[in-house]
């Protein structure tokens, strides 16, 4: 089993930064690919960025493609996403997820096996 916990969220002005990052326990995070989701107010989750089990291969939402950046340190069995020019829009729990069985194809309709318990993100205009 993994077990994940998120860190980093907070209150910033839009135009900042902040740094999320993800610490796994349990089985070996190379065995999982990696992603973040959020979930704004009123709004259905929805996937941000996911990364491959090795990190050569990332991707992003069109929404944030540009401006977030995705990482992985496997040996620290952590993942990071780094937001920068942060826009009020961006406002919404985000949280980590681990999947499994992904191949990489289709990451928003891959089944995420774990989460994480969510962190929020609010950016003020």
């Known amino acids: 089993q993994v077990q994940l916990v998120e860190s980093g969220g907070g209150l910033v002005q839009a135009g900042g930064s902040l740094r999320l990052s993800c610490a796994a326990s349990?089985?070996?995070?190379?065995?999982?690919?990696m992603g973040w989701f959020r979930q704004g107010p009123g709004k259905d989750r929805e996937i941000v960025a996911a990364?491959?089990?090795?990190?050569?291969?990332?991707y992003y939402a069109d929404s944030v493609k540009g401006r977030f950046t995705i990482s992985r340190d496997n040996a620290k069995n952590t993942v990071a996403l780094q937001m920068n020019s942060l826009k009020p829009e961006d406002t919404a729990v985000y949280y980590c997820?681990?999947?499994?069985?992904?191949?990489?194809?289709?990451?928003?309709?891959?089944?995420?096996?774990?989460w994480g318990q969510g962190t929020q993100v609010t950016v003020s205009s």
């Open positions: 990364i491959s089990r090795s990190g050569s291969s990332v």
């Open positions: 349990g089985r070996r995070s190379t065995n999982y690919v």
């Open positions: 997820a681990a999947s499994g069985t992904s191949t990489g194809s289709d990451y928003s309709r891959d089944t995420w096996d774990y």
